[in-house]
């Protein structure tokens, strides 16, 4: 499987995301090495990632529902084959 680098824009989340203290996710701008089958399982993967550590951190319905924002707010700004 080949990887892949994703540049991700949380801007429009960075404040709520915030308050969650992530290591991995705190900056809204930020780049990931990973390895998918094509560029779009490595989106996909990358959402997954981000709402699985919050969810991790909590699992209320305010955390749930910025999951569901973040399905809809989270940009990709280049994904490159390495």
Do not use: G, W
Not at 32 to 46: G, K, M, Q, R, W
């Amino acid at each position: 499987m080949p990887n892949y680098r994703i540049s991700i824009d949380l801007v429009d989340l960075h404040r709520e995301i915030e308050r969650y203290s992530l290591r991995e996710y705190r900056l809204p701008f930020s780049l990931y090495i990973l390895e998918a089958d094509n560029p779009d399982d490595a989106s996909h993967t990358i959402m997954m990632r981000v709402m699985q550590a919050l969810m991790k951190k909590d699992n209320s319905i305010e955390t749930r529902i910025l999951c569901r924002r973040i399905r809809i707010s989270l940009r990709l700004d280049k994904i490159e084959t390495l």
